[in-house]
């Protein structure tokens, strides 16, 4: 039973403009989310994160919201760059344990030039 | 500084072979984890550790075994591989529990 989705497989934005990707999770236990990008042939690398006593947190052109009422986050990228393009993995866990990560399916963000 | 390593890159066993998958860190952390990521699918967690000498299950530990005899290794086991076990598998660690994970580089496996 998959506790974290991304519902869009894809996403593709114009380089300039706002990339959204979304994410929701069923477990109200989580209390720690976390983004990470995937380029091909490569390991996920972390990108930012939120803990749960936050409804924002910002890095640079990277913006992580959470709607803990609807169980629901999104990463922002202002302004995005076709450097930018790659799978997008949103990740939950929970703090008190082994911070075991539990992964969404990933959004694949293309940035066209 | 190499960060996390795996070993091999990618592999080619037949049905019932046995194969180790090796991962090492050099940032002296104590946790340490193997995921599997499967077409539309995320990661999920196979095993870990959350020190040397000590192994726990994840969320899919069928079909494998772990080994962290060393701090800086994580080894990953299959005895009999299936099909099943097709998949991209990827090494991470971290400092402790709170901390931020870091993945190596995957490694790609076909059982036939």
């Known amino acids: 039973d998959q506790q974290v989705k991304q519902n869009s497989p894809s996403l593709s934005v114009q380089e300039g403009r706002i990339s959204i990707l979304n994410c929701d999770y069923t477990?109200?236990?989580?209390?720690?989310f976390l983004w990470y990008k995937k380029y091909p042939a490569e390991g996920p690398t972390f990108l930012i994160s939120?803990?749960?006593?936050?409804d924002k947190n910002e890095d640079g052109r990277f913006t992580v919201f959470l709607n803990k009422s609807a169980k629901h986050l999104s990463l922002h990228i202002v302004p995005s760059q076709p450097g930018d393009s790659a799978v997008y993995f949103c990740?939950?866990?929970?703090?008190?344990?082994?911070?075991?990560?539990?992964f969404g399916t990933g959004t694949r963000l293309t940035v066209i030039p | 500084n190499a960060g996390v390593t795996q070993t091999p890159k990618f592999r080619v066993l037949k049905t019932g072979q046995s194969m180790t998958l090796l991962c090492a860190q050099d940032?002296?952390?104590?946790?340490m984890y193997w995921y599997r990521q499967d077409p539309g699918m995320g990661l999920r967690l196979i095993h870990y550790?959350?020190?040397?000498?000590?192994?726990a299950k994840g969320e899919v530990p069928d079909g494998y075994n772990v080994s962290r005899l060393k701090k800086q290794n994580f080894l990953l086991g299959l005895e009999s591989a299936a099909p099943s076990q097709t998949s991209v598998y990827f090494c991470?660690?971290?400092?402790?529990?709170?901390?931020?994970?870091?993945f190596g580089p995957g490694t790609r496996l076909l059982v036939l």
């Open positions: 991470a660690s971290s400092r402790d529990g709170q901390e931020t994970q870091y």
């Open positions: 477990n109200s236990m989580f209390d720690y």
């Open positions: 939120i803990s749960s006593i936050k």
């Open positions: 990740a939950a866990s929970l703090q008190t344990g082994a911070n075991n990560l539990f």
């Open positions: 940032m002296n952390h104590e946790y």
């Open positions: 550790s959350v020190g040397e000498g000590t192994t």
